[in-house]
């Protein structure tokens, strides 16, 4: 789904085209971090350390966190 126009999405690349590289790679850090506490959130509390980083990799890469959690479990 794309409900964003033309224009809006020209206005959006050029702006952030005007920043610093580190002020991009910052607003970035950033949303991971935050996108990492929600689903961090949603987590069930009692889960052990490993299960917990596991399940984060899940919600952020798919079954590409299974292949790579495979030589682990």
Same mark, same amino acid.
């Given at each position: 789904?794309?409900?964003?126009?033309?224009?809006? *999405?020209?206005?959006?690349?050029?702006?952030?085209?005007? @920043?610093? +590289?580190? #002020? =991009?790679?910052?607003?970035?850090?950033?949303? %991971?971090?935050?996108?990492? *506490?929600?689903?961090?959130?949603?987590?069930?509390?009692? @889960?052990? +350390?490993? #299960? =917990?980083?596991?399940?984060?990799?899940?919600? %952020?890469?798919?079954?590409?966190?299974?292949?790579?959690?495979?030589?682990?479990?």
């Amino acid at each position: 789904m794309d409900d964003t126009t033309p224009e809006f *999405r020209r206005l959006m690349r050029e702006r952030f085209q005007a @920043l610093a +590289p580190a #002020e =991009r790679v910052r607003m970035c850090a950033e949303m %991971f971090e935050t996108a990492r *506490r929600i689903v961090e959130a949603s987590l069930p509390t009692n @889960l052990d +350390p490993e #299960e =917990r980083r596991y399940r984060i990799c899940r919600r %952020f890469y798919g079954d590409l966190a299974d292949r790579a959690y495979s030589t682990f479990r």
